[in-house]
């Protein structure tokens, strides 16, 4: 085999080419989980949803509610004068 070094550079460069389009799968996967997981709401048990306000609390003074029945965090149907423990007063 000859080691002169045209054989060293290809050798390298190809080494390195798959090296970085692995890492750049990875980093593509690794940004693509935490968004989908963002994405998934949490049912209205594990959130504390009420139907009702608690006190000076409810939905529709959340920074989270949805108009006209939605969160972005709480599945299903919410109330405007609902409230669970993701409330977080409007600025």
Known sequence: MNHD???????????????AAAALGAVAISTAVPQAAAQQ?????????QGTPKGGQHCDG???FQPPNACKFVQGNVSPSGWCQLFTPKS
């Open 5 to 19: 070094g045209n054989d060293y550079q290809r050798i390298s460069r190809r080494v390195a080419l798959s090296g």
């Open 41 to 49: 709401k949490i049912s209205q048990a594990d959130a504390t949803y």
């Open 62 to 64: 959340c920074a989270n």
